[in-house]
């Protein structure tokens, strides 16, 4: 039986190829599925869009603290309860430690992941254009992360 993320995929293969490999939106590959029949609109629990939409907002809001710095408010931790994902949000001010250890230790293996997906992606595609000089990159943020923190605006260089 095809997943739902496999008939997305197909939709997207097919939509790729019968524009000439060019690049496109979601939002275009999505209108040009349904205009062919291919993709309809799923049913969804309201519940459920709601609470994506809650843990977007979540994700998304920021604070300042006393010396200027901008940072995330609130801290995800997904937990594994009878084989079902759950994450729990938690304020920044009142989590507790084990809460806030368990949430920055999740999002750098989120980051470690992307790493390797990327340095994967990466290798295959040089791999893939042998006569064309290699797309370099480097895994080491050390740099990157201290130009940030020391930006223009003197607060960590990220902007409001």
């Not at 939409?53 to 997904?78: L, P």
Request: glycine residues 8%.
């Amino acid at each position: 039986m095809t997943t739902y993320n496999e008939r997305l995929q197909r939709v997207w293969r097919q939509y790729e190829e019968e524009h000439g490999h060019l690049a496109a939106s979601a939002r275009d590959v999505v209108v040009w599925g349904v205009s062919k029949g291919t993709l309809s609109f799923e049913h969804r629990d309201p519940f459920d869009g709601l609470a994506e939409d809650m843990s977007r907002a979540m994700r998304e809001q920021m604070g300042t603290d006393a010396k200027g710095r901008r940072y995330r408010v609130n801290h995800a931790v997904r937990v594994y309860k009878n084989g079902v994902q759950i994450t729990f949000w938690a304020i920044m001010d009142f989590a507790p430690r084990s809460h806030m250890q368990k949430a920055f230790t999740q999002r750098r293996e989120q980051i470690v992941g992307d790493c390797c997906q990327l340095r994967t992606d990466v290798d295959v595609y040089n791999d893939m254009h042998k006569e064309e000089t290699k797309l370099p990159l480097v895994l080491d943020f050390t740099h990157d992360v201290e130009e940030r923190l020391d930006g223009p605006d003197g607060k960590g260089g990220l902007a409001a």
